[in-house]
């Protein structure tokens, strides 16, 4: 018996999942910048830290809320909530949240979801010119100091263009710049894909063959007619013909002797 079967209630659990899934995994997308970096280097003022603050404890609020929904939706509450420890984790630290999307990734690789893997990656690509921004705004030696700037770099890196006007001088700036330049390969990698597979299926549409025009019968005209059915006739006279006995000789006829 799977898993789903033993922990779910009456469908209720399912029906839960598929509902909040995607909402969710793309909040865990969006707010990655907020939860991955410490909320010191999002500047001095108290009044910016506090808004992180509240910002990572409200995820982690509504991450323990679906938790608890989905353990009180399973037959065997504590057993589910124990063998999802992702889940738990994700409301003590947010960024394991982001584990989750691999399912939301997983079915962006499916045919027909190019616009949804699309809209994934320049999720990711946001993200990664934001975290870059808040690592190397201050750092020494940086040249990314706006956020515009590094939305420029995120860019030109995603597209695997690399002009090097700006660049990434800080360790967790060069980890995120490794990402991004891995999402941009693979974004090239799905849309030459699609294109290719587009192209094939349009060729085999044409090369199919249509369907076949059936041969015309030929005419009959009236005198072949009257010939055919002349023939019939005579066929069947000389068969009803062969077919009558023959009549028997009458006594005393011929050549007996007496």
Same mark, same amino acid.
């Given at each position: 018996?799977?898993?789903?079967?033993?922990?779910?209630?009456?469908?209720?659990?399912?029906?839960?999942?598929?509902?909040?899934?995607?909402?969710?995994?793309?909040?865990?997308?969006? !707010?990655?910048?907020?939860?991955?970096?410490?909320?010191?280097?999002? =500047? *001095?003022?108290?009044?910016?830290?506090?808004?992180?603050?509240?910002? #990572?404890?409200?995820?982690?609020?509504?991450?323990?809320?679906?938790?608890?929904?989905?353990?009180a939706l399973s037959r065997?509450?504590?057993?589910?909530?124990? !063998?999802?420890?992702?889940?738990?984790?994700?409301?003590?630290?947010?960024?394991?949240?982001?584990?989750?999307?691999?399912?939301?990734?997983?079915?962006?690789?499916?045919?027909?979801?190019?616009?949804?893997? %699309? %809209?994934?990656?320049?999720?990711?690509?946001?993200? =990664?010119?934001?975290?870059v921004y808040l690592f190397?705004?201050?750092?020494?030696?940086?040249?990314?100091? *706006?956020?515009?700037?590094?939305?420029?770099?995120?860019?030109? *890196?995603?597209? !695997?263009?690399?002009?090097?006007?700006?660049?990434?001088?800080t360790t967790p700036g060069?980890?995120?710049?490794?990402?991004?330049? =891995?999402?941009?390969? %693979?974004?090239?990698?799905?849309?030459?894909?699609?294109?290719?597979?587009?192209?094939? !299926?349009?060729?085999? =549409?044409?090369?199919?063959?249509?369907?076949?025009?059936?041969?015309?019968?030929?005419?009959?005209?009236?005198?072949?007619?009257?010939?055919?059915?002349?023939?019939?006739?005579?066929? %069947?006279?000389?068969?009803?013909?062969?077919?009558?006995? #023959?009549?028997?000789?009458?006594?005393?006829?011929?050549?007996?002797?007496?």
């Amino acid at each position: 018996m799977a898993m789903n079967d033993v922990n779910d209630s009456e469908g209720r659990l399912a029906a839960y999942e598929a509902r909040t899934q995607t909402p969710l995994d793309l909040l865990a997308l969006a !707010t990655l910048w907020i939860t991955v970096v410490p909320p010191g280097d999002f =500047g *001095t003022t108290d009044g910016v830290r506090d808004i992180v603050l509240v910002a #990572r404890l409200g995820l982690s609020v509504v991450y323990g809320i679906d938790m608890v929904i989905r353990s009180a939706l399973s037959r065997r509450h504590v057993h589910y909530a124990l !063998t999802h420890p992702l889940g738990i984790v994700s409301v003590l630290w947010p960024p394991a949240r982001v584990i989750f999307s691999v399912r939301l990734v997983r079915t962006l690789f499916r045919r027909g979801h190019v616009e949804r893997f %699309l %809209l994934a990656a320049s999720m990711l690509v946001l993200d =990664g010119a934001v975290i870059v921004y808040l690592f190397e705004r201050h750092a020494p030696k940086s040249n990314i100091h *706006t956020l515009g700037e590094s939305v420029w770099w995120a860019l030109v *890196t995603v597209t !695997t263009v690399g002009y090097g006007d700006f660049y990434p001088v800080t360790t967790p700036g060069r980890i995120t710049a490794c990402f991004i330049m =891995g999402i941009g390969l %693979l974004t090239l990698a799905v849309i030459t894909a699609q294109v290719a597979s587009s192209f094939v !299926t349009q060729g085999a =549409g044409r090369a199919r063959p249509g369907p076949q025009p059936e041969p015309d019968a030929p005419e009959v005209t009236l005198a072949e007619l009257d010939r055919r059915l002349a023939r019939i006739e005579d066929l %069947l006279t000389a068969a009803t013909t062969s077919a009558l006995p #023959r009549a028997a000789p009458e006594p005393g006829s011929g050549d007996d002797s007496p």
